[in-house]
C-alpha cells in the first residue's frame, strides 16, 4: 500500500509559479513511478507529467518547457514546478504512483492516488 499527499496549490497569477508536492508513505517509494495529473471542472482528467523509478521523465505536449517534475527518493517526495502558469492550468492536481514500465499516461495504470491540490490561475 502506498498512501500519497499532495500539498504546494493555491492561487497564482498567470505567468506565476508554483511548486507541488507529493509525499508517499512506505519504503519502497523508489521503486515506483511517479506521475501527476489534472482535473478541471467539467473536464477529464488528464496526464501532466511523469518520472519513472530510473528517472526517465514524461511531459503532455501543452507543459512542455513549463512544468518539470523531479523525485527525491531520499524523502519519498515527487515534485512538480509550474512555471509560467496559465488560466488553462487551473485544475485539481493529483499525483499517483504504480510500478510502470510503459503506458505512463494511462491514469488508469495507476493504482495508487492522492486527494489532489487545487491549483488556480487568474488572468
Known amino acids: 500500500q502506498v498512501q500519497l499527499v499532495e500539498s504546494g496549490g493555491g492561487l497564482v497569477q498567470a505567468g506565476g509559479s508554483l511548486r507541488l508536492s507529493c509525499a508517499a508513505s512506505?519504503?519502497?517509494?523508489?521503486?515506483?513511478?511517479m506521475g501527476w495529473f489534472r482535473q478541471a471542472p467539467g473536464k477529464e482528467r488528464e496526464f501532466v507529467a511523469a518520472?519513472?523509478?530510473?528517472?526517465?521523465?514524461y511531459y503532455a505536449d501543452f507543459v512542455k518547457g513549463r512544468f518539470t517534475i523531479s523525485r527525491d527518493n531520499a524523502k519519498n517526495t515527487v515534485y512538480l514546478q509550474m512555471n509560467s502558469l496559465k488560466p488553462e492550468d487551473t485544475a485539481v492536481y493529483h499525483c499517483?504512483?504504480?510500478?510502470?514500465?510503459?503506458?505512463?499516461?494511462?491514469?488508469?495504470?495507476?493504482?495508487?492516488w492522492g486527494q489532489g491540490t487545487q491549483v488556480t490561475v487568474s488572468s
Open positions: 518520472i519513472t523509478y530510473s528517472g526517465d521523465t
Open positions: 499517483a504512483a504504480d510500478r510502470l514500465l510503459d503506458s505512463v499516461r494511462a491514469s488508469t495504470k495507476y493504482d495508487y
Open positions: 512506505g519504503r519502497t517509494f523508489s521503486t515506483y513511478t
